[in-house]
């Protein structure tokens, strides 16, 4: 007999967590062929299979974190908790959307992948997005934000981006600052307009609740109560990821996206997100979401273009493919 105990639940969390006439407890008893009983503030799994045992404290665990931050516990979210945790895919259904600031604008995830990857996101405080081109790793990443705004669960939303893309420097850019760093911001800025609206979108820039900065700039900063984005994190040095990462301050989450494939950075310069996948893996609080072509949801097209270069890369040119030197 395997057993495990989690200690300080508070008596009001018993009731979101356990379910209505203990439904919830039924089904991880059921899910995860345990015994599971409440006394005194300890929560005690058992059961014969250590592996069923460790897998159900997990998803206790893990849907204890929802209800502190929530306050309850929505079907959908227990049900993808207890499928992430137990390894079997969630049953197809249609997601919950996400709140913005535009009046009857509904964004949602469309695939299984992208609902996982809000789940990750709404769980952890610390999320790395890795996926083609398409499969939605900004534009939701910039929903959730918006949405921890609108709940006022955050104070601020902060916009990044590495500014290295095709080997370009900010130095030999025209113009002043803002000319030099806005077309490295645009995709982003694209989507916060999509879902505030340019003018209060326009007005919330100008008061500093909505901040887009390069990465350089983030250096000696704290980041309290603050949605922060990474975008196009494969073009970080483990420099520049580790100084980022640091910045993170108290009641704050981090989103850090990116392509694998698609490093611009100079030959033989590792990625600061391949690095950083490496390194934190496993660490309590920050999850991975792995999006595919299957979670593309632009044109038809690019799904075919994302596969076509994928299916020729063996072949890519060693020397000029710079993602070959960071694997």
């Known amino acids: 007999m395997t057993e495990s105990t989690i200690s300080a639940i508070e008596q009001k969390i018993i009731l979101p967590l356990f379910g209505a006439k203990d439904q919830h407890l039924r089904r991880l008893r059921d899910e995860f062929n345990v015994e599971i009983t409440h006394r005194n503030g300890k929560i005690r799994v058992s059961g014969e299979n250590e592996t069923s ?12 974190d929802i209800v502190r931050r929530r306050g309850n516990l929505t079907p959908d ?5 207890v499928a992430r945790v137990s390894g079997r ?3 197809a259904k249609k997601h919950a959307s996400i709140e913005t600031f535009q009046a009857g604008k509904e964004i949602r995830p469309r695939t299984a992948g992208q609902g996982l990857y809000v789940d990750a996101i709404r769980n952890n405080d610390l999320v790395f997005a890795v996926g083609p081109a398409g499969s939605g790793k900004t534009y939701l990443a910039v929903a959730m934000a918006v949405e ?14 590495p500014a290295v893309e095709a080997g370009e420097s900010l130095g030999f850019l025209p113009g002043d600052l803002q000319a030099k760093i806005n077309p490295y911001l645009v995709p982003l800025l694209d989507a916060i307009n999509d879902m505030i609206g340019f003018e209060q979108a326009r007005q919330l820039v100008e008061r500093d609740v909505i901040e887009v900065c390069p ?3 983030m250096r000696g900063r704290t980041l309290n109560e603050a949605f922060i984005i990474l975008d196009e994190a494969q073009n970080t040095t483990v420099s520049q990821m580790k100084m980022f990462l640091t910045r993170m301050g108290h009641d704050s989450k981090i989103v850090v996206s990116g392509d694998e494939t698609q490093v611009d950075l100079p030959h033989r310069t590792p990625s600061g997100l391949i690095d950083a996948l490496d390194r934190l893996t496993g660490i309590k609080g920050i999850a991975l979401a792995k999006l595919t072509a299957a979670d593309i949801v632009r044109h ?3 799904t075919d273009i994302v596969n076509a270069y994928d299916g020729k890369g063996e ?3 060693k020397d000029g493919a710079g993602e070959k030197a960071n694997k």
């Open 53 to 64: 045992v460790a897998q159900a404290t997990d998803a206790i665990e893990q849907l204890t």
């Open 77 to 81: 979210l227990f049900n993808e908790t």
């Open 89 to 91: 895919s969630a049953p």
């Open 148 to 161: 921890a705004l609108k709940n006022q669960e955050v104070q601020k939303i902060v916009l990044v981006r």
């Open 215 to 217: 990465l350089a700039y």
């Open 300 to 302: 038809r097209l690019v």
């Open 315 to 317: 072949n890519a040119n």
